[in-house]
């Protein structure tokens, strides 16, 4: 068959700014799942289902007339009981100076102080009912705990609710939003000097791809590191902080973390499509002696159309970049002629 004819690249060593990447999930800053604290009939809904909803804006209300009256019932408790209390301390008053003129007995003067005992336990557990029915009737109106968007909801009017189990809603904050993504626990020290970088709240040095492929325009800064390294895994969670002011990124999400690379060190890079790949392993094709010999190479970060290599080649080296599918190992290569001007005829290959 004759020597293949291939195009050939001498490596190079070459300064590289790329993005080492991580596998990332966007969630939200806060979030609550909205539950109610009585029991109770659904009677009113405020809100439509996926909308912005501000702190405080009211959004269900359960029977708030029972609440009401139940309030209004213990406040009048309390004024009867305020009521027997001025009484009790009258007539103990009125005792407690006619003991001391001997015109009442010992007995009834502490007959009378017990009396305004009672009657000062009265009042306390009256207040007591006031201040649970009145936090009864505020948590009768269900209001959002924070900005954000609230989901689709669980329940309809009419639906009977049980405190503390019945699940409404949930509502998550929108921006702005956080990327979770762990590194290995030999980063930990590079990612400590990129939190303290003067230029990490102004530099992009963390960005995210999104499922589309597209990059989000917005750079992100870190939020804070997890407690301690998962001892399993040997990873450390990080959570980055990102903008989303046009809510363009959703809690749920997956994302690519991409964090930018300046590696102070030349490195090889060479055309990706110079690149094989068999059983998950990675090959080039070093010319000698015009002679193609397949060369095991360890890849790096992608830069563009190129591929940064961390082992397996030595600057010099000529590599076939072209017509790799033609070549095998041992195969005797040369080098292709140059590619026809456009409108020029071609000559026919030779077998």
Do not use: W
């Not at 990332?24 to 009585?38: F, K, M, P, T, Y």
């Amino acid at each position: 068959m004759g020597p293949v004819p291939v195009s050939m690249q001498e490596v190079k060593q070459e300064e590289a700014v790329y993005y080492d990447q991580y596998p990332g999930n966007i969630v939200a800053l806060n979030e609550v799942q909205l539950r109610s604290e009585v029991n109770g009939f659904i009677t009113g809904i405020f809100f439509q289902e996926g909308q912005r909803v501000s702190k405080g804006q009211k959004l269900y209300v359960i029977e708030q007339s029972k609440f009401e009256a139940a309030s209004a019932q213990a406040n009048a408790n309390l004024q009867i009981a305020k009521a027997n209390y001025e009484k009790a301390k009258n007539d103990a008053d009125r005792y407690n100076k006619l003991g001391e003129q001997g015109m009442a007995t010992k007995q009834r003067v502490e007959y009378s102080a017990t009396d305004l005992e009672n009657a000062k336990s009265q009042v306390a557990v009256a207040e007591a009912e006031v201040l649970k029915t009145s936090t009864d009737l505020r948590h009768a109106t269900i209001i959002a705990p924070f900005d954000g968007t609230i989901g689709i909801s669980m329940v309809k009017l009419g639906a009977f609710v049980t405190a503390g189990q019945t699940q409404l809603n949930t509502i998550s904050s929108d921006d702005p939003v956080a990327v979770d993504f762990v590194i290995s626990e030999k980063e930990i020290g590079r990612f400590n000097q990129l939190k303290e970088s003067k230029t990490a709240k102004t530099d992009s040095l963390f960005t995210i791809a999104l499922p589309d492929k597209t990059i989000y325009p917005y750079p992100g800064t870190i939020e804070f590191f997890d407690r301690a390294v998962d001892p399993q895994t040997g990873t450390l969670k990080i959570r980055l902080r990102f903008p989303n002011a046009k809510r363009q990124i959703r809690t749920g999400m997956s994302c690519n973390v991409r964090v930018l690379n300046r590696n102070p060190e030349k490195l090889a890079l060479i055309p990706y499509k110079a690149v094989t790949e068999q059983m998950g392993e990675f090959f080039v094709y070093v010319v000698e002696k015009d002679t193609a010999k397949q060369q095991k190479v360890t890849l790096g970060a992608p830069v563009n159309d190129r591929v940064i290599i961390l082992n397996g080649l030595m600057p010099g080296q000529q590599i076939v970049v072209d017509g790799v599918q033609k070549v095998k190992n041992g195969s005797a290569v040369m080098t292709a002629p140059p590619p026809t001007a456009p409108g020029a005829p071609s000559e026919p290959v030779k077998k």
